[in-house]
């Protein structure tokens, strides 16, 4: 990929590489579109011959699967879809649950795509930039469409035009990445925000990050404390081929479970199947999807050291929110401004991976699986809001007191 696109970065200027007589050889530069497009199309097809090759081995050394090779590779082309959130249709119902670390997988393809384009195309300003986004990200699109035609078949069915709307999006954040670091001008795009803007989003990515740390090391803890229950039910598929695919997809939906750790930890839990919900008070869980990852659910009330657990974390998080910079000590105005901006990043923010991290996941009692969106977006922020405005009072108080103790003296 890097011979097709590290050429010269005009396709207008052309540039003269000999000179024989009066003749001059130019070389041909593929215009922007072209080289979008062959971005979008290398990196749909690196991740969709990954997917292709594991479907394939699996169906290759299962003896007693009846399905066809066509079938196999028609069921990568429905992960990779999936991957994307994209609806898939299914007798009765819908699955919509992304494995997020697939999702992850074919970002950073698509973005290591699109830098190569930026890079030699000679992106100088955030308009070039925007142009590079558009050019990987319609065709990407277009891609989704199409393999999300020719993936349906009778038992999943993606929806062709939520692939189109999903593959766009997906791109167009991973593009942007892409676009932003082969050019050079993720500083320049940084320095343009506001600065409030800017001390908001380093607050909410501090404490983001804490309640993300911790619910990886508690997700992580959790399934190996679920050991016995999560390989009682990766025996229910009796062929070695079975299990391996079972396992591969369980692998790819633990950031999925990371984030429902997160929610667990806020206290706003998450559904686990229609009217079941799982939370630090209590469980109420029913049919789950039949994986190891959904063995670790709890079934019963946290126990003190869970809750513990979750307790610091959420103080922690609360903790970095509120404490002030040691370069440049703010005033309590500027604290609480920077906060609130925090806390409407947040907001967002944790709605957003919510919506990523559940969804439907089949018919019946699976219809609704995963955080709810608004209520861990909701718990996360006044959690950490609150924290963080108690480390601030406090902050404050003891400057006014050491003042007064300097007056005195």
Known sequence: ?????????????????????????????????ARGAFAAAWSTAVGLAVLLVVSLIVWAADSQSTASAGGAMRFAAVLWVAAHRTPLQVP??????????????????????????????????????????????????????????????????????????????????????????????????????????????????????????????????????????????????????????????????????????ASYLTGAGFAAGSGASVTVAGSHAGAVPALPVFAAVPHARAPWPVLAVAIMIMLASGVIAGWPSAVNRPTVREQLRTIAIAAAILLVGAAIVGALAGGPAGPGRLAAVGPSPWQFAVAATVEISVVGLIVIAGHAWIDQARAMLRGRS
């Not at 698509?110 to 050019?135: H, N, P, Y």
């Not at 990766?234 to 984030?259: C, E, H, M, R, W």
Request: with cysteine; net charge positive.
């Open 92 to 261: 009765d119902g819908t699955i919509a649950i992304a494995p997020l670390g697939l999702t992850v997988l074919l970002a950073l393809l698509l973005a290591r795509a699109t830098a190569i384009v930026a890079r030699t195309t000679g992106c100088e300003d955030l308009g070039s930039v925007a142009a590079v986004v558009a050019s990987v990200t319609a065709p990407y699109a277009v891609i989704a469409a199409i393999l999300a035609t020719v993936a349906q078949s009778g038992g999943l069915r993606p929806i062709t035009g939520a692939a189109f709307v999903t593959g766009a999006m997906f791109a167009a954040v991973a593009a942007t990445a892409g676009a932003l670091r082969g050019s050079g001008l993720t500083h320049a795009a940084w320095d343009r925000l506001p600065l409030e803007l800017k001390s908001g989003l380093r607050v909410a990515g501090r404490a983001g990050g804490v309640l993300l740390a911790g619910a990886t090391v508690v997700t992580i803890v959790t399934l190996l404390a679920h050991t016995g229950a999560m390989s009682k039910t990766l025996n229910g598929y009796g062929s070695g081929p079975g299990k391996f695919a079972v396992v591969v997809i369980s692998l790819l939906l633990v950031p999925n479970a990371v984030l429902f750790g």
């Open 1 to 33: 990929m890097s011979d097709v696109l590290d050429r010269a970065r005009s396709s207008a200027r052309g540039r003269p590489t000999s000179t024989k007589g009066a003749a001059t050889e130019v070389e041909v530069v593929a215009p922007l579109w």
